[in-house]
């Protein structure tokens, strides 16, 4: 076939025109994204004491305020999910920006309790979109970079986590908690502001048969980046490998002996999916997705778990040491500063996480380096299945909370991989609803646990459920490092070189 008629994929064409300036536009929208989402999670650190002593609310009432955003979350990953697959990218992420910047500004401005918690919950439900910017970025990277520049994208969650603690260090001793919830919301609006410069998915326009969009798009990113689309015409996945089977027969083909009928070989089964082509929770859970979808949950359940859990146990096995180990010296905290301090610092812990990501997720492979991680971060916890110093405690969290922050931080890039461009972001946002319920369950089991002196078996807890997400991670059917994201499922365990 001449070159002029060869046809090309987006994937192709991205990796043809490498990563440039284009892709450093996207990263910087998206990450805005992420610094949005990691302020408006940090402040309920410090809001949820502030109104607790203003309005008089009990235990109970003070983390509904962070359950209510979990719950908004929970809804919110699993609902934009399903409207970016089927109505676009653009579409999903707008809607989530106008309803975290609105609900997050005029939480503000809240009256009493029961406003507070109705706009939070709000808050949560556009910060549930997340999954949606992450799928939007992973979409305009080159196979060949992709993982380095995730770990870069997921880099801005420990930007927003520092600059929240910082902005919290000077705004809550004198200003209060209404200025740090409206400051906060700061990074949402940015969202809006940009919207209009922001393109649509190629994959996705492909998918929907809108390829002059598609190439005006992927022309706008040569010219960005300075060079230039392969030759020949844009094409859908399957157009361009059933044009590669006609042209370069494989060992497989069958010849005809003469006078024999011809015959279609059984070739490898796949399936392009439409969003339309059923529920988009059934196609998660079809024979083809079921066993990489269950896993993905239980592995995302874990992360959440353990990383909330390791963040809260910092600060709570230093203060259930004064009551359950009497026999101390005792600690004193002066003031409030000391705890925002103590937040800024442990903020730090990401960023050897995010280094060790970086440096690891493309040389030994996605499943390898979220399963070190994991099994790492047991070992830093399993002494303290024991009481411990206050200053070996301390370390021992700080190790961990390095390991369970590089394996959530790898499981953003493995779980938007694995899925066909149909149901990509309703995969992750499912799977991130299920961490959500982790994030959840956490706080009221394992903090719990230790506030009533049972420390070994809180532990006992944490080292169970990261053991079993290792496990999972070892069991998921295959690496993507290095390939192609695809818009099939491939009915063989093992996807095309191609392909994931």
Not at 147 to 160: H, N, P
Not at 211 to 222: D, F, G, R, T, V
């Amino acid at each position: 076939m001449e070159d002029g008629n060869r046809s090309f994929t987006v994937d192709e064409a991205l990796v043809e025109m490498g990563f440039g300036k284009f892709q450093l536009y996207v990263l910087a929208y998206a990450g805005m994204g992420m610094v949005a989402e990691a302020m408006e999670m940090m402040l309920l650190s410090f809001v949820g004491p502030a109104v607790q002593s203003l309005w008089n609310l009990s235990s109970r009432e003070e983390s509904s305020i962070t359950s209510v955003v979990f719950a908004g979350m929970l809804i919110g990953a699993y609902s934009w999910g399903i409207v970016a697959d089927k109505h676009g990218r653009r579409k999903g992420f707008i809607i989530t920006a106008v309803v975290t910047f609105v609900a997050g500004f005029l939480s503000a401005f809240a009256p009493n309790y029961t406003w507070l918690i109705v706009l939070r919950c709000f808050v949560g439900l556009g910060l549930g979109g997340g999954p949606v910017l992450v799928s939007w970025y992973l979409e305009f990277i080159p196979a060949p970079n992709r993982g380095t520049w995730m770990v870069i994208f997921s880099g801005f969650w420990t930007v927003g986590t520092i600059l929240e603690a910082s902005l919290a260090w000077l705004i809550m001793p004198s200003l209060g908690w209404r200025w740090l919830l409206a400051l906060s919301s700061i990074p949402s609006s940015l969202l809006l502001m940009f919207y209009k410069w922001t393109p649509e998915s190629p994959r996705y326009l492909i998918l929907q048969g809108r390829k002059a969009e598609a190439l005006s798009i992927l022309e706008k990113i040569a010219r960005t980046n300075g060079t230039q689309l392969p030759k020949g015409v844009l094409g859908s996945e399957m157009e361009t490998e059933m044009e590669e089977t006609k042209s370069h027969p494989t060992e497989s083909t069958h010849l005809l002996k003469p006078g024999e009928l011809e015959e279609a070989p059984p070739p490898v089964s796949k399936i392009v999916l439409k969003p339309d082509d059923k529920g988009p929770l059934l196609t998660l859970l079809s024979p083809e997705l079921i066993k990489r979808t269950l896993l993905l949950w239980v592995v995302f359940f874990g992360n959440a778990f353990a990383y909330y859990g390791v963040v809260l146990l910092t600060t709570e096995l230093k203060i259930s040491q004064n009551s359950c180990y009497p026999t101390e010296k005792e600690l004193t905290h002066s003031s409030n500063d000391v705890n925002y301090r103590d937040v800024f610092i442990a903020s730090f812990a990401e960023f050897p996480g995010l280094l060790i990501s970086a440096a690891m997720v493309d040389r030994l492979g996605r499943k390898a380096s979220m399963s070190s991680m994991l099994f790492t971060c047991c070992i830093f916890l399993l002494p303290l299945l024991t009481h411990q110093s206050p200053t070996l405690t301390t370390a021992l969290l700080f190790g961990g909370r390095i390991c369970i922050s590089s394996a959530f931080t790898v499981v953003y890039i493995y779980a938007p991989e694995i899925y066909p461009t149909a149901v990509r972001t309703t995969g992750v946002g499912v799977g991130s609803s299920v961490g959500r319920i982790g994030g959840v369950l956490c706080p009221l089991v394992a903090v719990g646990l230790v506030h009533g002196c049972h420390q070994t078996i809180a532990v006992l807890l944490f080292e169970f459920v990261i053991l079993v997400s290792g496990i999972c991670v070892c069991l998921f059917p295959f690496e993507t490092s290095g390939r192609e994201l695809t818009d099939t499922i491939s009915t063989s365990n093992e996807p095309s070189s191609s392909s994931v």
